[in-house]
């Protein structure tokens, strides 16, 4: 009874804290951008991305095929589940409950895509894919090339993965299966999406041409790459080093109204054999912006370099909160 009220007080907790919300609204608009990336490019091209949703067109035409009729968004839920089980049991149990919500609203939201606007409504017969070998009767293309379909959906649904990723979730699907390679081989995540979805682009060989399968592979390829793209950019912080007889103000500017903190070490100057104070810090774009205005405009001499780090690990964010606390007590 007494880990029911702990389970219970845990939940109402999260569902009182911003934090929780604001996840919550990313999830939904991560989860709103794949569903029209899957229905409008994926479903009328036939194009087979390395996603689960691809697996899916694969799956729903070889049971259509053999006269059972299962829906896209049925296919997705069923192949959905059985990865979040894996979620839940490799990964870890944010990751897991976090992905659940989203893979659980994808096939509604492809059913709410459809309601509101059939793909049928935009898409014109491509004479492309015809020529390919592709049956008249399902050759379509909402962009009117197979080639912009891909770029559409390859630019949406990166950035929609690169979402979840931030916040520790995920779309579902391949996504589950990137994060497991990315956990447990240490791939950075834009190699562990195109390797797993190369895999499933594999299997479009059921479906569709060579050529298809090959256009496929190559939008995988692109995935990984803007993925790492989009994950770079969006990590990115600047590792600033100053060197300035006014270090102590820069200190104390950097830990007081940036809310960060920061390294001192003892330089010796090359060429003037003098000792320094030299000053490091990691700090965002916007918090460097505003450091390199507080050193113009107080004319603090000062000789800086910054350079880009992709990745942050351990308690940089968590620093933010202690540095703070230590910045009032003094």
């Excluded at 989860?31 to 994926?42: E, G, Q, R, S």
């Excluded at 405009?297 to 606390?325: C, H, M, P, Q």
């Amino acid at each position: 009874m007494s880990k029911v009220n702990d389970i219970l007080k845990e939940i109402s907790q999260a569902l009182v804290s911003k934090k929780f919300w604001i996840e919550l609204i990313i999830m939904t608009l991560g989860m709103v951008m794949t569903a029209i990336c899957v229905y409008y490019f994926l479903v009328p091209s036939k194009l087979i991305v390395g996603s689960i949703s691809g697996l899916s067109i694969v799956l729903t035409n070889i049971f259509q095929s053999m006269g059972i009729n299962i829906s896209l968004s049925m296919m997705i839920t069923v192949i959905n589940a059985i990865l979040l089980i894996l979620a839940y049991l490799l990964i870890g149990k944010e990751f897991g409950l976090k992905t659940v919500y989203c893979a659980l609203i994808l096939g509604p939201l492809t059913k709410v895509c459809e309601w509101v606007y059939p793909w049928e409504n935009l898409a014109t017969p491509n004479d492309y894919l015809i020529n390919m070998g592709v049956d008249a009767s399902s050759a379509f293309s909402v962009m009117g090339n197979p080639w912009f379909d891909l770029l559409c959906c390859v630019v949406i649904l990166s950035a929609a993965q690169t979402l979840m990723f931030s916040i520790n979730a995920s779309t579902g699907g391949l996504d589950i299966l990137a994060k497991i390679v990315n956990k447990y081989l240490h791939f950075d995540m834009g190699k562990s999406v195109s390797v797993a979805g190369a895999i499933i682009c594999l299997t479009a060989f059921a479906i569709n041409p060579f050529q298809m399968v090959i256009i496929g592979l190559i939008a995988t390829w692109i995935n990984g790459m803007v993925v790492n793209m989009f994950t770079a950019n969006l990590n990115q912080r600047k590792r600033v080093c100053i060197v300035s007889k006014d270090y102590d103000r820069i200190r104390r500017f950097i830990i007081d109204d940036l809310d960060r903190g920061c390294t001192l070490y003892e330089v010796i100057g090359g060429y003037t054999n003098e000792k320094s104070i030299e000053l490091e810090a990691l700090l965002t774009n916007d918090e460097f912006s505003s450091l390199m205005a507080y050193l113009d405009k107080n004319e603090i001499k000062a000789f800086t370099t910054a350079g880009n780090v992709s990745e942050v690990y351990g308690l940089w964010a968590k620093d933010r909160r202690r540095t703070r606390k230590h910045a009032e007590k003094r």
